[in-house]
């Protein structure tokens, strides 16, 4: 049984057996071919024959070419799709169009290949005499290569050959053809590295689809010397994004040893056991975002604050994506809550010290500084906040801003343009509120409002003219969102306060008119009563007879 899958194995992939060759089904891979060509390239007495693809049958006698069949034409998907005109034939000009695309790649596929074999006439002096296998590869695109290959060097240099050409008669010339190939090219490389014996040379510069192609062929063959040179290469080589998907897509479906593969994807994969896997990497998450915190050079910091926010949001895309992905390493929530306490507790010493001082800051202090150092705490903390929200984690940070009371009560100690900085905290989680980013209680909200509403009235002013990143319409429709989320007694409270302010104030204070007009109608128009339902309800349950 285990030899007959293996039998249909090798006819799925390709390869068609030559009846010289009795019960050898030697298997359609691209490997089997390649290495086949090979012999022949290397001999001096080797016969290749270039010809258009025929229908090819294995035969004991050298195989003949036959006339090429004409091109196959496919009718317009446009009216297939319509529906229109179910059967229509192929203009003479899509004929044409499709006979010249088809000749100019039987062509560059041609010269490729030529290429090739040119190369290995210079491969002379191997004193094996003629081939004693012949083999056809006949390619999808249009053209077949039939060559004379010694089995001798195939059975030397691979598994899959020295098991199935055992005990075959000696002196006596097999036929063996290979149909419907992908890439020709790749098959006659593989032939290269069964008559090379510098692999690695030879690899110099082919490049990652090529190695992974020839990978395959080696494999499929099971030539251990080829297979570990293509490893070797694609471990010292760089990939692109693209390319490391393709090998580690490629390499899974390969039946390779793991050992053989293991240094290969270490450059993308990591031995440790999956927690310790996990603490490494929120260490190393920490590590860096603190560092984007005390950076030093406020250019690379800004860099890296849009770098590390555009990973994270990637992060996020793809956790949103893939909700099946339970391997997928990030940073943790109880990381980004130390980060956002760090900056808080920052904050509140800064401030502490700016209300302790009796003279004018001016005079006292370096007021340059004391701005700078203000507004880059309150910078990092509204990172470090847009991060959580964006990772869906903002929720308790919502409660952990509405119970800094002495944050807010040194708050409205400090003139306006050294703290405005920190409404913008206040103002973000307004948004992600109203935009439903942020799910909290109304509890929380209201306590939210309570600590914050009059610091960020006080500071809209200054936010507004003195930062280009503040939107004053996105400020006021998330803060009358949040508004008008809450209770009708406290949206009161609160809409009445701001009318007042607002007539005072004016452009200084966010304008939110559109809040105060739906809370008016709630209040005054509509009215909804929320009476209770009293009546009771009565179920009856009887039994009726069958």
Known sequence: MA???EVSAMIRQGFISDPAFSSFSPSRTPAATAAVLARVLGSPNSKTLLSPPPSFTTTNSPPTAQPQPPPTTTTSSSHNAAGARPSQHPTLFQMMSEEQALEQFRQKSQSKVSKILREFESFNGFGMGMGDVRLTVVGREGYKVSIDVHKK???EKSVFFRENLKGKEKGAMHSVEISECDDVEIYLEALVFMYCDDLKKRLVGVGVSKALALLKVCAAIKFEAGIASCLEYLEAVPWSEDEEEKVISDLSELDLIDSATESLLQ????SEPSTSATAAADDIFSKLLNGVLQSKDEKARREMKALLSRLFREDSSSSSDHDHTNNKLDVSKDALYSLCQQCITCLT??????ACVDDNISRNHDRGGIMSEIAREAENLQWIVEILIGKKLGDDFVQLWADQ????SLHSKIPTMYRHEISKVTAQLCIAIGRGQILVQKETRFGLLSTWLEALYEDFGWMRRASRSVDKKLVEDGLSQTILTLPLLQQQGILINWFDRFL????????????FEIWWRRAFVRQYACERDDSELQITVSDYPN
């Open 3 to 5: 030899a007959s899958r």
């Open 153 to 155: 060097v195939l059975m």
């Open 267 to 270: 450059r993308v994969s990591s």
């Open 349 to 354: 010493l800064t401030l502490s010290e700016v």
């Open 405 to 408: 009371k002495e944050l807010a």
């Open 504 to 515: 005072n104030k004016g452009d200084d204070c966010p304008n939110l008119q559109r809040a």
